[in-house]
């Protein structure tokens, strides 16, 4: 599956292998049974979920582009995992909002994973905080950016259309760095990951 992710995007989006890997473990660290994952694209860390959790566990899928996860739709019904898997079309905010409404979801979760529109990571992290047991772990992908979130000036690293995010990026680190809801480390892994275990 990745081979073919890599080929058709040049593996920009997608989860990198290590970083896959790494999720797994955490969600075994953790026993993970119920996991939501923000921004599924083609469905490689999604897949990785499925193949971590126990036969009666969940994960909760959600991105804007069906037909993104439709790619790696065959990987994940050949591995037999797909009756684990709720994906939802649809902006994250709207979806974790209805999770909210119902107070048995609140503390429900043992993991999340978010890998979508950094523009959004703080909205996420608020509700996400709220959905998450104590103990359990929220992962963000691409907190790195390659390494160019050390960079004194934007232009530097990259074309206009993806400033915002960068900017986003830096703002939210120095956010969850000082968030005394979470413990955090942050790993070089793909393209940088933080994980945060609710406190």
Known sequence: MMMMICIMFRAYYGTAPDGGQFLSLLMKLVNAKKTIEVGVFTGYSLLATALTLPEDGKVIGIDIDRKAYEIGLPSIKKAGVEHKIDFIESPALPILDNLLQDPA????????????????SRNY??????????????????????????????????PEPRRPEWSHTIEFNKFIAVDPRVQISHVALGDGMTICRRL
Request: net charge negative; aromatic share 12%; glycine share 10%.
């Open 125 to 158: 992290h608020e509700r996400l905080l709220k959905l998450v047991k104590v103990g359990g772990v929220i992962v963000y992908d691409n907190t790195l950016w390659g390494g160019t979130v050390i960079l004194p000036d934007v232009s530097l690293a990259f």
């Open 105 to 120: 979801n609140e503390g429900a979760f043992d993991f999340a994973f978010v890998d979508a529109d950094k523009t959004n």
